[in-house]
């Protein structure tokens, strides 16, 4: 046997050109594959090849070595001609020639197929029938009625008059962000030295190290994301016991003590699951020239990075409110930005394309051993990670439902499981690991992964380059209890101090939010209004002083909307029952039909020309259900239609059917949980009233903007940064706002707005046409959410 070559394409290519036999048993990846090829002294070639046989591209990563049945002739020389050899040299040059030829041509081929997609429109026209499909599917997942009962924490009031405007647009200082140029130097070549650590030819061109692969025959076929995970990440280090000691006087948790088993995963399984890609994926894995041209950079650039976010609950799959929604979104937005994306959030139903991963963890929980199984869905380019458990199961209309500590208890569980995410759960085949790795956590529930990730594992030296980032949704809820309460978190006991918090309401508590601020690397919230008020004495609700301390982390961005789930142009509840999809262009024909098609749906009198005033929110005293409810007499003495959806507190349930009680013809209160519903208002509604207390951001705002529906709003939090004051003299803004909480100011407010409505149908079509026009997508915020990343990334 004589080695004849190192692995190389062109070779292959040769012995294809000329059309050679190839005999294989199977030709299948990692087989041996034999050639009859005389002009070779052996007479064949054979050569194991850890190929991909995909379409007709070949690549081959191995040696390939010269055999055949005269081989140990040709391996002592033998009588070979010395011309025929160099005949065989030559053709080979010639044909070597003429591949790079053909090659060329490939490449510029594929450039032009390029430039012409570039230039063609609709291309993700596919993407919104995906869409649609994917919206559809969801109905009967969360249309069911909803109770919400978050933990309990009482609610005060924001005093409006304490808003600065100056300091809306307050944000850390950069410098305190960034790091100082040599460690950020020095990062960066870390970053890089464990971010490609493989021989190119180890690593496919999606950037996943092939040997630390796991089968995954469940799972859909995995785009390609230009993420690296280092082999020291995906190979997390293993803490020895005797150095944990030394750190922690409590024991370990027994799942640090053992090896998480990312690099023990088969190849072997993986080359046999390889071969069912589709031959467009595959093509991603050669080493063609051209392609590098054909795939665009991520815009994310050289900020490319390895993200998951945490949630108690993720639309479409579960949702009470605007954290579901967030958490839906954002996800998707970073992924198109080029960032390996994942969404972790408990599986409360069985969700149809979510498939089980077929791992298992225990962890344990208040002295129980919890086994936790993982389910995968790649949807729109993001990971969703399905945690299961009976803790969780039939929970979907009762996310945060049962006592204070159960609620914690599924909380410790979810936090600890979705932590060891990274080392555990192949998505695509691979793990994420824990290099280049940053956890976004939302709101309280999740709020102790922050102090897990570094109690756990960064104070010992373990996801040492993992950063975490906390967002606050809604400071009002921050899952405090007695203090004994710490003794279920199952931390080491010097970790008290950070959940400890003295406040004149509730006195010396326990606060998982205060922990989880301190721990987090980064803190965010929804708004830039929003950020403003968290520091204040009325708006932290007892947290302002520590967000305070920490205000060079802490930083303000405006959410976005799903721009396909909630858009009149694509939104799937306006399919049938005489609703109509509709855009700016047949905005006069399509939204009054939709009113139609709402006031029989609800049993109102059908009336293009009576204003329609909608609210949906949970009802709680946040949102200013009781201002509307002290407004309803004035409405109903107008010529107005009003409809209300919601649920929550019962008094305020009981608010809405005594409304429709008392005013048959003209108000209809929705007491129940219905996206569909909600849906159909925003897109059926000439007015939409959000009078919230307070308000993080406020989404419904956002949405009825994109659907001509004009917003009137308490000017407060998120409603103040993102509806603009209607100016009739400058015919600007985006809807009405009043500048504190009272049912005056909202009855002023409304007047105003219904005054145009009647009588300057062209200032109300301005309203409409602004807030229709304006990018509200995730995009913008994306990109923010990705600096606050990498500042967190490059901070030690
Ligand atoms: N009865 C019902 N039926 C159907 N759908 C209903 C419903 N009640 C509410 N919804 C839906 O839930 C979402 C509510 O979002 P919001 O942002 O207005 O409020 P929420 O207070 O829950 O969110 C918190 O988090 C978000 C996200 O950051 C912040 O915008 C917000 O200010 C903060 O309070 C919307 O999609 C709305 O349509």
Same mark, same amino acid.
């Given at each position: 046997m004589a080695s004849v070559a190192e692995s190389s394409f062109p070779l292959l290519c040769q012995i294809k050109t000329q059309r050679r036999v190839v005999t294989s048993s199977? &030709? =299948? !990846?990692s087989s041996l594959v034999r050639v009859s090829y005389p002009e070779l002294p052996s007479g064949s070639l054979s050569f194991r090849c850890r190929s991909f046989v995909y379409g007709h591209r070949w690549k081959c990563v191995r040696r390939v070595e010269a055999t055949g049945s005269d081989s140990s002739e040709s391996a002592s020389g033998g009588d070979e001609p010395e011309d025929a050899l160099q005949a065989t040299i030559e053709k080979s040059k010639k044909v070597l020639a003429m591949q790079r030829n053909l090659l060329q041509q490939i490449a510029e081929r594929r450039k032009l197929v390029s430039s012409i997609k570039e230039s063609t429109?609709? &291309?993700?026209d596919g993407k919104a029938s995906s869409k649609e499909e994917y919206g559809s599917s969801v109905i009967a997942n969360t249309d069911a009625t909803k109770k919400e009962t978050m933990d309990g924490d009482g609610n005060r009031s924001v005093?409006? /008059?304490?808003?600065g405007k100056s300091s809306? !647009? %307050?944000?850390?200082e950069a410098k305190s962000l960034s790091p100082s140029t040599e460690s950020l130097k020095n990062s960066k070549q870390s970053s890089a030295s464990v971010t490609s650590p493989e021989k190119p030819s180890d690593v496919a061109a999606n950037g %996943?190290?092939?040997?630390?692969?796991v089968a995954s025959s469940?799972?859909?076929?995995y785009k390609p994301s230009s993420v690296v995970t280092s082999p020291e990440k995906t190979s997390p280090e293993k803490p020895s016991k005797s150095r944990a000691g030394a750190f922690w006087s409590d024991p370990l948790?027994?799942?640090?003590?053992k090896a998480p088993e990312t690099s023990s995963m088969k190849t072997e399984e993986y080359v046999e699951t390889? #071969?069912?890609?589709t031959p467009e994926v595959a093509? /991603? #894995?050669?080493? #063609?020239?051209g392609k590098d041209e054909e795939k665009p950079p991520p815009?994310?650039?050289?900020?490319?990075m390895n993200v998951i976010l945490v949630a108690a609950e993720c639309a479409p799959?579960?949702?009470?409110?605007g954290l579901g929604d967030v958490a839906g979104a954002l996800p998707k937005a970073l992924a198109r930005r080029g960032h390996r994306v994942m969404v972790v959030v408990p599986r409360y139903a069985e969700y149809a394309e979510a498939k089980d991963l077929g791992v298992r963890k225990r962890y344990k929980v208040a002295g129980q051993d919890m086994e936790v199984m993982y389910f995968h869905a790649y949807i729109d380019g993001v990971d969703f990670v399905f945690i299961d458990s009976p803790v969780f =199961?039939? &929970?979907? *209309?009762?996310? $945060?439902?049962?006592n204070r500590l159960d609620i914690l208890k599924r909380m410790v569980l979810f936090c600890k499981a979705a932590v060891e995410v990274p080392w555990y759960v192949p998505c695509g085949g691979v793990c994420y690991g824990d290099g280049n790795l940053a956890f976004i956590a939302n709101d309280?529930?999740? +709020?102790?992964l922050p102090v897990y990730l570094k109690a756990y594992y960064r104070d010992h030296?373990?996801?040492?380059y993992t950063r975490s980032v906390l967002v606050i949704?809604?400071? +009002?809820?921050?899952?405090?209890?007695?203090?004994?309460?710490?003794? $279920?978190?199952?931390?080491? *006991?010097? $970790?008290?101090d950070s959940f400890k918090l003295y406040d004149?309401?509730?006195?010396e508590h326990f606060n998982i939010f205060a922990a989880g601020l301190k721990a987090a690397d980064r803190v965010l919230t929804v708004s830039h209004g929003y950020s403003w008020e968290v520091k204040t004495l009325e708006g932290g609700w007892g947290l302002h002083n520590i967000i305070n301390e920490n205000d060079w982390k802490f930083r303000g961005i405006v959410n976005g909307i799903d721009t396909q789930e909630w858009n009149p142009k694509f939104?799937? $509840?306006?399919? /049938?029952?005489?609703y109509t999809n509709y855009s700016l262009e047949n905005l006069h024909i399509g939204k009054p039909q939709c009113k139609a098609a709402l006031q029989k749906e609800l049993g109102l009198?059908? =009336?293009?020309d009576v204003p329609l005033i909608g609210f949906i929110g949970r009802l709680d005293h946040q949102k200013g259900v009781d201002l509307i409810a002290e407004a309803v007499p004035w409405m109903m003495s107008q010529d107005v239609q009003l409809v209300m959806l919601g649920s929550g507190r019962p008094d305020l349930e009981e608010v809405l059917r005594q409304m429709e009680h008392q005013y048959r013809d003209k108000a209809r209160g929705w007491v129940g949980f219905s996206v569909k519903t909600a849906h159909r208002i925003t897109a059926g509604a000439d007015i939409l009233l959000m009078p919230s207390r307070? #308000?993080?951001?406020?989404?419904n705002q956002l949405y009825a903007m994109n659907y001509g529906t004009i917003p009137v709003v308490h000017a407060v939090g998120g409603l103040r940064d993102t509806v603009q004051q209607f100016d009739p003299y400058s015919e600007t803004g985006l809807g009405w706002t009043f500048d504190s909480a009272e049912a005056g100011k909202l009855i002023h407010a409304l007047g105003n707005c219904l005054l145009t409505y009647r009588e300057y149908k062209e200032s109300w079509e301005g309203l409409q046409r602004r807030g229709m026009t304006q990018?509200?997508?995730?995009d913008n915020a994306a990109e923010k959410y990705e600096e606050v990343l990498v500042a967190a990334k490059y901070h030690w």
């Open positions: 199977t &030709l =299948r !990846n429109p609709n &291309l993700d005093s409006p /008059s304490s808003y809306l !647009n %307050k944000e850390p %996943k190290p092939w040997s630390s692969v469940l799972d859909p076929p948790p027994s799942y640090l003590t390889r #071969e069912e890609k093509s /991603s #894995e050669t080493n #063609e020239p815009l994310a650039g050289a900020n490319v799959f579960s949702k009470t409110g =199961r039939h &929970l979907s *209309n009762n996310i $945060y439902g049962g309280w529930h999740t +709020a102790l030296g373990i996801m040492k949704h809604n400071i +009002a809820h921050q899952g405090r209890g007695p203090v004994d309460d710490f003794s $279920y978190v199952d931390l080491p *006991n010097h $970790y008290l004149p309401v509730g006195g939104d799937t $509840y306006l399919h /049938s029952d005489d009198p059908v =009336r293009p307070f #308000e993080p951001c406020g989404l990018d509200l997508s995730w």
